[in-house]
C-alpha cells in the first residue's frame, strides 16, 4: 500500500483544516487506518484511527471533539476533519496503514505497516 497526505497548510487558531490520506492498492478496506503528527523534537503521537471495513473510530484526548477521521472504501482515502484549531495542534501529519493491529494498539506506530510521507500543518496567528 502507498500512502500520500495532503491537505496540510497554514491555519490561524480556532479555524479549520481538512487532510486527506489517497492509498494505492484493491485491498484498502482491509487496514486500519490512522493519522498521527509529529511536532518539532517530539515523538510521534497518535490522533485518530479508524477500524477497517469503517467500523469503530478512535481518537487521542487532545483533539476528541474537535478531529474526525473518515474513510470511504470507493475512493481508497481517508480523511480527518480538524475543527477548533489550537496552535499546539502544530506538526507534521502522518496517515498510516496497518493489516495486523488490534483495537487495544492502535495507538501505537510500531503497529502499522505504511505511511504517507506527511503534510505540514501550522496553526498560528
Known amino acids: 500500500v502507498q500512502l500520500q497526505a495532503s491537505g496540510g497548510g497554514l491555519v490561524q487558531p480556532g479555524g479549520s483544516l481538512r487532510l486527506s490520506c489517497a492509498a494505492s492498492g484493491r485491498t484498502f478496506r482491509t487496514y486500519d487506518m490512522a493519522w498521527f503528527r509529529q511536532a518539532p523534537g517530539k515523538e510521534r503521537d497518535f490522533v485518530a484511527a479508524i477500524r477497517k471495513f469503517g467500523g469503530g473510530t478512535f481518537y487521542a484526548d487532545s483533539v476528541k471533539g474537535r478531529f474526525t477521521i473518515s474513510r470511504d472504501n470507493s475512493r481508497n482515502t481517508v480523511s480527518l476533519q480538524m475543527n477548533s484549531l489550537k496552535p499546539e495542534d502544530t506538526a507534521v501529519y502522518f496517515c498510516?496503514?496497518?493489516?495486523?493491529?488490534?483495537?487495544?494498539?492502535?495507538?501505537?506506530?510500531?503497529?502499522?505497516?505504511?505511511w504517507g510521507q506527511g503534510t505540514l500543518v501550522t496553526v498560528s496567528s
Open positions: 498510516a496503514a496497518s493489516s495486523r493491529t488490534i483495537q487495544s494498539a492502535l495507538h501505537m506506530p510500531e503497529m502499522y505497516d505504511y
